[in-house]
T-cell receptor
Framework: AQTVTQSQPEMSVQEAETVTLSCTYD???????LFWYKQPPSRQMILVIR??????QNATENRFSVNFQKAAKSFSLKISDSQLGDAAMYFC????????????FGTGTSLTVIP | EPEVTQTPSHQVTQMGQEVILRCVPI?????FYWYRQILGQKVEFLVS????????KSEIFDDQFSVERPDGSNFTLKIRSTKLEDSAMYFC??????????FGQGTRLTVV
């Protein structure tokens, strides 16, 4: 089975600064997708950003961007200009290419934003 | 943006009781999932459902668990005889073709 590892249980960042959350994964597949989900205190899982493995270009969504290193099986999330509302648990997730396949989640990184 | 809706938001049940968690997936979605998250731990896959049958299940999803889509709209997870270790947040998700799965807001199950 695929594994997803988030080595930073907790991170903190000053408001308006930039923070990078790490994620590595292990797979033998070539066709897959990677995701970052945000889980605020409300507990809803919110998609932040996704990356298709076949795309070399790193995905970007406003203040959120990823550094996808396929050979290294690394998928980090960069949050620029951090805001108080960014405080949440962030989960990295993997899904293989076929629709309907399950997500594999990492253990999460709890992000605190310091005013 | 479309939403997956889960009810109730919080359920308290006595050990040994049956509980049914309900989910209304996004209409026209084809794939349905249940995940759970024990407090402080990662989100774990339970089961996926497609074309009115289970397509994949994890080892967590034992005989105490069942899923069904009784009326073409609701997607339910039943736990027949709850145990203390079933206490968790349960997330429903649905997906059309393609990449993105939409998650509900979760049901917090507390077994006492």
């Amino acid at each position: 089975a695929q594994t997803v590892t988030q080595s930073q249980p907790e991170m903190s960042v000053q408001e308006a600064e930039t923070v990078t959350l790490s994620c590595t994964y292990d797979t033998s597949e070539s066709d897959y997708y990677l995701f970052w989900y945000k889980q605020p205190p409300s507990r809803q899982m919110i998609l932040v950003i996704r990356q298709e493995a076949y795309k070399q270009q790193n995905a970007t969504e406003n203040r959120f961007s990823v550094n996808f290193q396929k050979a290294a099986k690394s998928f980090s999330l960069k949050i620029s200009d951090s805001q108080l509302g960014d405080a949440a648990m962030y989960f990295c997730a993997y899904r293989s290419g076929n629709t309907g396949n399950q997500f594999y989640f990492g253990t999460g990184t709890s992000l605190t934003v310091i005013p | 943006e479309p939403e997956v809706t889960q009810t109730p938001s919080h359920q308290v049940t006595q050990m040994g009781q049956e509980v049914i968690l309900r989910c209304v997936p996004i209409s026209n979605h084809l794939y349905f999932y249940w995940y759970r998250q024990i407090l402080g731990q990662k989100v774990e896959f339970l089961v996926s459902f497609y074309n009115n049958e289970i397509s994949e299940k994890s080892e967590i999803f034992d005989d105490q668990f069942s899923v069904e889509r009784p009326d073409g709209s609701n997607f339910t997870l039943k736990i027949r005889s709850t145990k203390l270790e079933d206490s968790a947040m349960y997330f429903c998700a649905s997906q059309q073709m393609g990449v993105r799965a939409f998650f509900g807001q979760g049901t917090r199950l507390t077994v006492v």
